[in-house]
């Protein structure tokens, strides 16, 4: 699952934000690294980010170490947070369900539906 190109279609919470990431992943020797890109709109203008992630990988879950950066610039605060991506279902080729639990400000979770 953790190789090549996928995009979010459907999400069980967030903003419109979260449809459309493209997501891709590499994986290296158990080290899989993720590079999510997509868009958010702040007022009248629409500003591009990308997360960065970096884990391990047991048994289709992987704890990652992320950043983002919106723009040109790298979000200082918060600069690095964890988040738990965890493989629900997939036919390794053309869909997946996976959930997300993001550490920070609590635990947030959310449900995506990948293509």
Do not use: M
């Not at 988040?83 to 635990?107: L, R």
Request: charge should be positive; hydrophobic fraction near 25%; glycine fraction near 8%.
């Amino acid at each position: 699952f953790f190789s090549g190109t996928w995009f979010v279609t459907h999400a069980k919470s967030g903003s419109s934000t979260i449809l459309c990431q493209e997501i891709t992943f590499k994986k290296n020797d158990g080290t899989v690294e993720s590079n999510t890109k997509g868009k958010f709109q702040q007022g009248k203008s629409k500003t591009e980010y990308t997360v960065r992630c970096t884990g391990k990988e047991s048994k289709g879950k992987v704890p990652f170490k992320c950043t983002r950066e919106e723009g040109e610039r790298t979000i200082k605060q918060n600069k690095e947070y964890e988040e738990e991506f965890i493989v629900a279902e997939t036919d390794y080729n053309s869909f997946a369900v996976v959930c997300i639990n993001k550490a920070n400000k609590g635990k947030e979770e959310n449900i995506l539906v990948l293509f």
